[in-house]
């Protein structure tokens, strides 16, 4: 369970730092991160992280694919989360 929890904190952390640095290289005119780079933080765990980047730096809020993808893939993997705790006694 300890692994579970660091990995989660780890993974929220690096995916409010990926938003941050694409909203940075938006502002700069620079090259950005993919787009699906982003998303896939919200499915493997860091949709936190993403919905709070999404939040508080206001990047990605008026792309549609990030307001429904994001939640989508957040609740995608609580249920994987959860369902991994209930299988394996986490």
Known sequence: MKYLILY???????????????KKKAEKGKWRIKESTLLIFSFIGGGLGSLLAMRIIRHKTQKFKFK?????FTIISIIIIYFLIAQFNL
């Open 8 to 22: 989660l904190i780890v993974v929220n952390i690096l995916a409010f730092f990926t938003y941050f640095i694409d």
């Open 68 to 72: 429904i993808g994001v939640p989508i």
